[in-house]
């Protein structure tokens, strides 16, 4: 069984700095495409950021680019979400989530099995 945990969300002013952590539990196998999501109040689901377990090939929508970076410790069994330049529309609970194959779609919510409860953060203008 798979069990993710997020951690490390919380209030920010704008323009500033968060990191997310993600701890995994479960068979590495269930893990080869690791991903952040997020979901603010009366939106949808969106993809952040997904990592390649093994290559560490990484992959942004397009309004995180150059201000998040995915990361990951294999060792530690942990992905990380570093969030600079904080702005009022990252405000949102983010998700982490867990995929058993590769995609072509590596920032689509039908990709993953698997899924964190969430942490919030809250960035105020």
């Known amino acids: 069984q798979v069990q993710l945990v997020e951690s490390g969300g919380g209030s920010v002013q704008a323009g500033g700095s968060l990191r997310l952590s993600c701890a995994a539990s479960?068979?590495?196998?269930?893990?080869?495409?690791m991903g952040w999501f997020r979901q603010a109040a009366g939106k949808e689901r969106e993809g952040v950021a997904a990592?390649?377990?093994?290559?560490?090939?990484?992959y942004y929508g397009d309004s995180v680019k150059g201000r998040f970076t995915i990361s990951r410790d294999n060792a530690k069994n942990t992905v990380y979400l570093q969030m600079n330049s904080l702005k009022f529309e990252d405000t949102a609970m983010y998700y982490c989530a867990a995929a058993l194959r590769w995609s072509n779609w590596p920032l689509s919510r039908s990709t993953y099995n698997y899924w964190g409860q969430g942490t919030h953060v809250t960035v105020s203008s």
């Open positions: 990592i390649a377990t093994g290559g560490g090939t990484t």
């Open positions: 479960g068979p590495t196998y269930t893990r080869n495409l």
